[in-house]
């Protein structure tokens, strides 16, 4: 390897050497010292060769054909040592020459021979590589320099800074920088030029690369503090050694591509523009490169030095800042000659620049020094040829911006912000802008508005700063306004130019809503992608930015990195949107102090925006540039205290100290304009002189404020003087002295050259204002203005630029050693304030691009910003925003009903296809949006039943003219609309439904629901949105509950309206889906406890109770038959429905209607209760309803099967009362007890629904429906708990309610005779059945209920009412207690007394009237029934104390026994009549004395009632001929005899009875008073048919005396004696005879008036 090396070495100098010695030039006599050198040189290259054994003694050098020795010693050879002759060579004039010596110095350093890291003995401090390079840009000596030589010059430099076995550093090598950059000004060869160019472009890469790539390696293990003269290590490391092979193919192949590129350019160019013309000359050049070429040293380099971590760094920074002087030397005035040294060397610096900032690495981005260089230099350099008029100049100033907006805007905040305002948006506003310029910024303009982050950082960097301009804001707004075409005619641009605009402004917006839609990315998620269920999205922090803050950290590498003590600012969305609204409102304070000072002020202090102090204000005034200097003028001026004091504060803020007057009072007039009153001067200056002379005590030239003030006012009279064009003859310099003569207090006057050089300054520089950017604003040319001439344009656009740049560089410089901190924007919420500022001149770019212009490529630049603005809205929820650009979408499509659809074009197309895309993408979160969608979608189908040639009965007039009359064009696009693409687009969204979020399906279903609406409602209906309903139902049905129950709630209210349509064909569609959509839903069955399936099907039941149609509600039955049929297993909580519908069914007036609901709830009830009732228990009660429906029905067949299958319904219940308990928590379940709940849910709606059939329908359904109630009870009972008794009776008694019985007389008796007597006899059987719950409980009710019966003028039911209580009491009275038995004959009492006919003893004629004859009927027709039910009551009396028929046998016997006597068969008699009296005792033995007598007493006002009427003969006959009674005279002879004698009975049996022998002595005072009342009574009697009807009681009387004791019998004779004596002159009956004679045979033995045989 060291062979070869050394074999190369020699060679390379040995030939070099030969071929300088051989050239004819080295004969010269001037040439001599090189000529020696280089004899010398070989000489002691030969000797040295020979010392080492490499060559014997007299041979010849070797040259490249001789193989070397091998030899592994270290190089023999050392080329340094024979750099002499080189540098000899090289400042020979001799072009031959030189080219050898370059082009070999070049091959020894590329290949590693020579090294120059030796110390340079002729210059001690500096290396030898310094003094090579210097000598190889030696021999460059301006544009007369042999163009081989430049060449070689170029490529021995590029390989000294590209090598990497040399280094230079700092001035070396800017020299070799500088030396290329000089080739390529003054170089004629175009070749040479672009090689310089291109030599430039690498050694930069290089030297910046080499800087980047440092900090990635390890320092030196013993590394020296670097500085200018101190060599380092090579920045490889000292340990590598690269191979001179690969660093001979690296050079080789560098320079071949460099030299080759170069010479095609350059052949290009000279074909295209022919031989250049060089103007440069010698001298030309000399000062070319005074001002031109690379400056060296401008700054102290040990300075410098400190704030470096490496001397690449330096060196770097170097190139970096020689390159921003150079592109700030300022071009000649006017348009200078491309081809002018000055231009080309700022295009070229420029170039590089930019290449530099494209480039740049973590480094550079953040080291001080260069950020410091781009402020000072770079940035300063950009105002002033950011307003160039040189085209390039101007566009790679452009280029140079947005690159450092990309790459360095963290550091550059101010600045960016004067460019942007200053240059950018000025031009772009500007009106007599070039076109050229406008382009140009604009294609600027679209490679910033592609990057996002630069997007959002501009409006939270200025938007969302306190004082900073809104660039955002202007931004947007100068875009629209050029994409709509507003903006100002351009300079010499056609039509075409202005369309290009036009639509690189679109761009520009479309770009920055892309970036926007880009930025919050992860906010948005595509219905149409699946999310996987585990992924948790940040929208602040994502693993992207977390990577990039680790790649920053590395990059930031040792280097100084400005934020590394500058705390970064916080972005959050919060704080910057509430500092946002704090500007604008400072803003809209700003614009109102411009117009009215003083409101502006208390406005922004209302707002706490300033502060309430003068001070404050006079601050505010100083610092904030956006307000009007004028207004600030008048504000100061004003004559009031406050803005006096105002004033003060103000003028008190500047520093007069060490100032003279005039620059003081420049100072103060540089803030504001002077107002023209000169009241307000006047105030103005004397407080200024009042400032003045405080700052400047020591001034001796003005005694007193006075002077200062007269001075101030003359200074401001001479400005106006000598610059107003108004004053035609100017004020002489002495007549300024004599006017100034005698203002000052002491004796003598201001001195004259004081007030000559006032005058002098003021006649060359006049006090003005300073310029801002306020003042660029000129008003806009209008009307005939606009048409000025574009010579007249071109200059004001000069004039303009200057001060634009004047304006921009002074604002550079002025932010140059500002630090702002800056916001790199991270949070995802920065797009929703961004957008809802700019969202209106977005929209109004799109929607004028879509209106005026049919452009293809406009209009698919609009519906792009469109649809990425309705993302943005949408993602964020903004529903104003997104609902107008919806609505202008639709708009666009001509699809709206008042749209004309003739005039459809491509771009309405595609406004379709894009609408149609939006609803496809955003579907989410359009929310009330889908309704513009749904119209147009709907209008679509019209659409495309016209381009298909269908010619529908529905179009309104007006379009089917149009129809026959649209050109062949707009049929095509019409026809369009129904090519396949659209077709499957708008299925895809139907289709694409199913994917949407929970919320977003429910705001499309509304949109479509309403559309279908509107569809229906035209005068020819259409279905295409219903047909889209049932579409997306079948879609949607497998959505999570909860999802789908908030869907039906809109689909349900939908299909209830459609289906109860005035037109049949569109209720049976929506009769059919609802049908279809059912059956399917039924399918997916449903777990109890939900209610979904209820839902669903309630449409049905709300079109079977809306819609009137027959055929409509046959449908409805047909499809609940059809899936109770075909879904029974799978229905739940739809039962209710069902049994709802039937419900309504039943009611109806069509019998097929009826029979086939009935038929359905026959099945569900006879069979599926069987097998399934445990997942029906839920609607039971429904089922029960249904049942009493159909049983009300008008069909009486119908009527009496729905009553049979209540008896089954009965059977179920008590076969599964458990499932009724265990179904807690249903609708309203939650607070009855769970055993209670079969009774509250099972028996008590089924016997309510009964007694309800029993009310209301006709004699022999509710008789059925009667027996079937009082079936269950009997058969149920035994189950039912005491409060269940309660209710069910509660219900019973309501048959026997006034209120509910019918009106009609004759229905009402019917109703009496037949239900409720069957209904009572029922209710004892009840009673009688389960009396031991219901006797304690419902007892008394009863015997109320008996109370009310007996009272009603029925016969019939008041019979019965007594005979039931009598049956109750004889069947259960042996269960009676005390307390009940003393209710009974309570009860017995009350209706003795409440029947007593007491009218008949009163009762008197009425006058005649044909009204009293049906009136008194009903009378009598009552008192009739009262005297029934006395006797009635009598009897019932007697059967329960007796039991029945006891008495009637008694009386039988009693006169048997009687007739015997007389006949003579006694003895037989007797036995029989005490076995009688031995059995059947009744009740009587259960009843206590008192209560006895109770019912003896009643029983004796009864008896006395009936003799009082019996005697009294008139009132009788009265109502005989009254009609009472028919045709015999009316008595109550059965009344008075029937109750006498049970009476009777009771005291014998009583007077009998051992266990009551403590109460006898009253009982026998009680039967003696009531046996001679009755004697006497009967005594008086004057009729025979009367006495006769007595003899019974006589009879029973006379028997029971003779059957007691003597003693006894002693008593009651001595009472009756004489009565019964009297009793004998009666023609008496032959039994009584009998036995009235056998008493007084007895009397005898009693009384001892006869003995006994």
């Not at 090189?34 to 060769?49: H, N, T, Y």
């Not at 920045?235 to 092979?245: A, K, L, R």
């Not at 001067?681 to 005694?703: G, H, T, V, W």
């Not at 029993?1254 to 035994?1278: P, W």
Request: net charge negative; hydrophobic share 40%.
């Amino acid at each position: 390897m060291h062979n070869n090396s050394t074999k190369t070495k020699e060679m390379f100098i040995v030939r070099a050497l030969e071929k300088i010695l051989a050239d004819k030039d080295i004969r010269r006599s001037h040439h001599s010292q090189l000529k020696k050198s280089c004899d010398s040189a070989l000489e002691q290259i030969k000797a040295e060769l020979i010392s080492a054994g490499q060559i014997a003694e007299g041979n010849e050098l070797p040259c490249a054909a001789l193989p070397l020795p091998k030899n592994d010693a270290a190089s023999i050879i050392n080329a340094e040592t024979y750099f002499l002759p080189f540098e000899l060579a090289c400042k020979s004039r001799s072009p031959r020459i030189v080219v050898t010596a370059l082009d070999c110095l070049q091959k020894l350093i590329a290949y590693g021979h020579l090294t120059g890291s030796i110390q340079d003995s002729a210059n001690p401090g500096h290396l030898l590589i310094d003094r090579i390079v210097v000598t190889i840009y030696g021999c460059f000596n301006g544009p007369q320099t042999d163009e081989g030589v430049q060449l070689q010059i170029i490529k021995a430099l590029l390989t000294v800074v590209t090598s990497q076995h040399v280094e230079i550093h700092e001035f070396t090598l800017l020299q070799a920088v500088r030396t290329c950059y000089d080739i390529y000004l003054s170089s004629k060869n175009l070749v040479n030029q672009t090689t310089a160019r291109a030599t430039l472009t690498q050694m930069l890469n290089v030297i910046f690369a080499r800087m980047e790539n440092q900090v990635y390696e390890l320092p030196p293990p013993n590394s020296n503090p670097i500085n200018g003269s101190i060599h380092s290590e090579d920045c490889n490391g000292s340990g590598e050694e690269t191979p001179g092979d690969s660093d001979e193919v690296i050079a080789s192949e560098l320079l071949a591509e460099i030299i080759s590129a170069a010479y095609n350019e350059a052949m290009k160019d000279q074909e295209s523009v022919g031989e250049p013309e060089s103007t440069v000359n010698g001298n030309d050049y000399s000062s070319h490169s005074d001002h031109d070429s690379v400056e060296l040293h401008s700054e102290n380099d040990a300075v410098v030095t400190a704030k470096f971590t490496h001397i690449l760094q330096k060196d770097a920074f170097l190139v970096f800042r020689a390159l921003c002087k150079l592109s700030m030397k300022p071009l000649p005035e006017g348009h200078p000659d491309p081809k002018s040294h000055e231009l080309r060397s700022k295009v070229l610096s420029l170039h590089l620049l930019l290449l530099i900032l494209q480039n740049a690495g973590p480094v550079f981005r953040s080291n001080e020094m260069f950020i410091m260089a781009i402020k000072q230099y770079l940035c300063v350099a950009l105002s002033n040829n950011g307003v160039s008029l040189v085209p390039e100049v101007f566009e790679l100033s452009l280029s140079i911006f947005v690159a450092l907006l990309s790459n360095f805007k963290v550091h550059l905040k101010r600045q960016i912000e004067v460019f942007f305002k200053e240059i950018f948006l000025n031009i772009l506003e500007a009106n007599s802008s070039s076109f050229e310029h406008k382009w140009m910024v604009i294609q600027a303009l679209t490679r910033i508005c592609a990057d996002a982050q630069s997007v959002v950082d501009i409006y939270v960097n200025y938007d969302c700063d306190f004082s900073a301009a809104n660039l955002f804001e202007r931004l947007v707004n100068d875009l629209s306004k050029i994409a709509q075409g507003r903006q100002a005619l351009e300079l010499g641009a056609n039509p075409m130019q202005e369309k290009s605009m036009r639509i690189r402004g679109l761009e520009c917006l479309v770009s920055i809503l892309k970036c926007m839609v880009e930025w919050s990315k992860d906010l948005y998620v595509n219905p149409n992608m699946p999310v996987p269920a585990l992924q948790v999205q940040s929208p602040t922090s994502t693993e992207q930015d977390q990577a990039d803050t680790t790649i920053q950290t590395i990059h930031s590498g040792s280097s100084h990195s400005l934020n590394s003590n500058q705390e970064q600012l916080q972005d959050l969305p919060e704080a910057l949107e509430e500092r946002k609204m704090r500007k604008e409102v400072m803003e809209t304070g700003i614009e109102l102090f411009n117009r009215k000072p003083q409101k502006g002020v208390q406005f922004l202090q209302e707002k706490q925006l300033l502060g309430a102090t003068c001070q404050d204000i006079a601050r505010w005034l100083h610092e904030d540039e956006r307000l009007d200097k004028t207004v600030i003028g008048n504000y100061l001026g004003e004559n009031d205290d406050h803005s006096k004091e105002v004033m003060c504060a103000y003028i008190d803020a500047f520093d007069f100290r060490q100032l003279e007057v005039v620059a003081a009072l420049r100072i103060l007039l540089e803030e504001f304009r002077l107002p023209g009153e000169a009241q307000k001067i006047d105030r103005l200056m004397e407080k200024f002189a009042s400032r003045y002379c405080e700052c400047n005590p020591q001034n001796q030239l003005f005694q007193s404020a006075d002077t200062v003030y007269v001075l101030a006012f003359s200074i401001i009279m001479l400005t106006t003087d000598l610059h107003s064009p108004q004053v035609k003859h100017k004020m002489t310099k002495e007549q300024y002295i004599k006017m100034n003569r005698g203002i000052s207090d002491s004796k003598s006057d201001l001195p004259e050259e004081y007030l000559s050089s006032i005058y002098d300054e003021i006649s060359e520089h006049e006090i003005k204002m300073k310029n801002n950017s306020g003042m660029l604003q000129q008003p806009k040319p209008t009307g005939k203005q606009a048409f000025i001439t574009e010579k007249r344009r071109k200059l004001l656009w000069n004039m303009e630029m200057e001060v634009i740049s004047l304006t921009a560089t002074n604002l550079m410089q002025s932010v140059s050693h500002v630090k702002s901190p800056f916001t790199s924007a991270k949070h995802l919420e920065h797009v929703r304030p961004m957008f809802k500022m700019a969202w209106t001149p977005f929209l109004a770019a799109f929607s004028v691009g879509l209106q005026d212009c049919d452009d293809p490529e406009i209009a698919t630049l609009c519906l792009d910003g469109i649809r990425c603005a309705i993302r943005i809205a949408c993602i964020f929820h903004m529903s104003l925003e997104r609902d107008a650009y919806v609505q202008a979408l639709a708009r666009f499509t001509l699809l709206n009903a008042n749209s004309p659809i003739n005039e459809m074009k491509a771009k309405n197309i595609d406004t379709i296809k894009t609408l149609i895309m939006v609803a496809h993408t955003d579907g989410n979160y359009l929310g009330s949006s889908w309704l513009d969608i749904v119209k147009c979608i709907s209008q679509l189908e019209l659409a495309q039943l016209i381009g298909t040639g269908v010619r529908p009965q529905f179009l309104s007039g007006a379009q089917t003219t149009l129809k026959d009359s649209l050109n062949p064009s707009v049929k095509e696009h019409i026809g369009e609309t129904s090519s396949q693409s659209v077709v499957v687009a708008v299925d895809r969204i139907f289709t694409g439904s199913m994917r949407l979020d929970g919320d977003a399906i429910v705001d499309f279903v509304k949109a479509l629901c309403q559309v279908s609406v509107d569809e229906l409602q035209q005068q020819q209906p259409r279905m295409f949105s219903l047909q889209k309903i049932v579409e997306i139902s079948y879609y949607n049905m497998e959505r999570i509950r909860l999802q789908w129950s908030r869907i039906w709630q809109v689909l349900g209210e939908h299909f209830n309206a459609v289906g109860c349509n005035s037109n049949e064909e569109i209720s049976f569609f929506a009769l059919d889906s609802l049908r279809q959509l059912s059956m399917k839903f039924m399918e997916k069955g449903e777990f109890s406890n939900f209610r979904f399936q209820k839902d669903f099907l309630r449409p049905f039941e709300h079109i079977m109770k809306k819609n009137a149609s027959p055929a409509i509600r046959d449908m409805v039955v047909r499809c609940i038959a059809q899936m109770v049929n075909s879904q029974a297993h799978n229905i739940r909580s739809g039962w209710k429905n069902i049994f709802s519908i039937f419900h309504l069914a039943a009611g109806d007036h069509e019998e097929p209607i009826v029979e086939l609901a009935f038929q359905t709830t026959g099945k569900i009830i006879g069979d599926l209760y069987k097998r399934q009732f445990a997942i029906m228990v839920d609607s039971f009660q429904d089922a029960v309803k249904c049942l009493s429906e159909f049983a009300t029905a008008r069909f009486p067949d119908t009527s009496m099967e729905a009553i049979r299958l209540v008896r089954t319904c009965a059977q179920c219940v008590h076969e599964a009362p458990q499932l009724f308990a265990e179904h807690a928590g249903m609708e309203n379940d939650a607070s009855v007890a769970e055993e209670d709940r079969v009774w509250v849910r099972g028996w008590f709606p089924m016997l309510f629904s009964l007694s309800c059939v029993v009310n209301r329908c006709k004699l022999d359904v509710r008789t059925r429906a009667l027996t079937v109630l009082f079936e269950i009870v009997k058969t149920y009972g035994e189950s039912f708990k005491p409060n269940w008794w309660k209710d069910l009776f509660n219900v019973i008694f309501r048959i026997f309610d006034n209120m509910k019985l019918p009106e009609h007389v004759t229905e009402k008796s019917e109703w009496m005779t037949t239900t409720c007597n069957h209904a009572l006899y029922a209710i004892i059987d009840v009673f009688t059945q389960y009396f031991d719950v219901l006797g304690h409980l419902l007892l008394e009710e009863l015997f109320a209920q008996l109370h009310w019966c007996v009272q009603q003028s029925n016969e019939q039911l008041a019979r019965s009412g007594t005979n039931c209580l009598e049956n109750l009491v004889i069947s259960n009275g042996f269960k009676f207690n005390e307390s009940t038995w003393d209710k009974t004959c309570q009860c017995i009492l009350d209706i003795f007394n409440a029947t007593l006919p007491q009218d008949l003893l009163t009762w008197r004629p009425k006058a005649h009237s044909s009204n009293n004859i049906p009136q008194e009927h009903n009378h009598f027709e009552a008192l009739h029934i009262r005297c029934v039910v006395q006797l009635e009551l009598i009897q019932t009396v007697d059967n329960i104390v007796f039991f029945p028929a006891t008495s009637r046998k008694e009386d039988a016997e009693t006169l048997a026994q009687a007739a015997a006597d007389l006949t003579g068969g006694r003895n037989g008699s007797q036995s029989q009549l005490l076995e009688c009296q031995r059995e059947e005792q009744g009740m009587y033995g259960y009843l206590r004395t008192r209560q006895l007598l109770t019912l003896a007493d009643c029983l004796m006002q009864s008896h006395r009632f009936a003799k009082s009427f019996n005697a009294a003969h008139e009132q009788r006959s009265l109502l005989w001929r009254a009609g009472f009674k028919g045709s015999v005279k009316p008595n109550l002879l059965k009344q008075e005899t029937s109750s006498l004698a049970c009476v009777l009975r009771i005291f014998f049996k009583m007077y009998g009875d051992e266990n009551r022998s403590s109460d006898w002595k009253g009982i026998e005072h009680e039967l003696v008073q009531v046996c001679k009342e009755a004697l006497e009574y009967y005594l008086r009697l004057q009729s025979e048919a009367h006495r006769d009807a007595w003899t019974s009681l006589l009879l029973l009387i006379l028997t029971r005396l003779l059957k007691m004791s003597d003693a006894r019998f002693a008593t009651h004779v001595s009472n009756y004696y004489s009565l019964l004596c009297d009793m004998m002159c009666f023609d008496l009956k032959p039994e009584l005879r009998s036995v009235l004679r056998r008493v007084f045979m007895r009397i005898g033995p009693v009384f001892n008036i006869m003995s006994v045989k």
